[in-house]
């Protein structure tokens, strides 16, 4: 079973998980769900969207989901901004 709050239910299995100070957490998330599903259980940001709707290989579409997806959940947020600076240095819109 996943980790539920408001909307979104995590069915991605976490296969391992280690604190590594106060303020780090490292996990790791077996996707077993298909882009589509992910995807409907994300509240993405019409930035976000925009940006899904660029990537046609479906692996790296799983990929770029399933971060967006494992950082909900590790945030406990149902939605996660992720931007990019001019370098494609990924950062959060939030400043968390």
């Avoid at 996707?31 to 993405?44: C, F, K, P």
């Avoid at 939605?79 to 370098?87: A, E, N, S, V």
Wanted: aromatic share 8%; charged share 20%; net charge positive.
């Amino acid at each position: 079973m996943g980790y539920c709050y408001p909307h979104v239910v995590l069915l991605m299995p976490v296969i391992f998980s280690r604190t590594i100070n106060p303020g780090t957490s490292l996990s790791v998330w077996h996707a077993t769900e298909d882009a589509g599903s992910l995807h409907r259980m994300l509240d993405l940001d019409p930035e976000d969207e925009r940006l899904l709707a660029t990537i046609s290989n479906q692996t790296r579409k799983l990929q770029w989901l399933g971060c967006r997806m494992a950082l909900s959940h590790l945030m406990q947020t149902p939605r996660i901004g992720i931007r990019y600076d001019p370098f494609g240095k990924p950062f959060l819109a939030s400043g968390q």
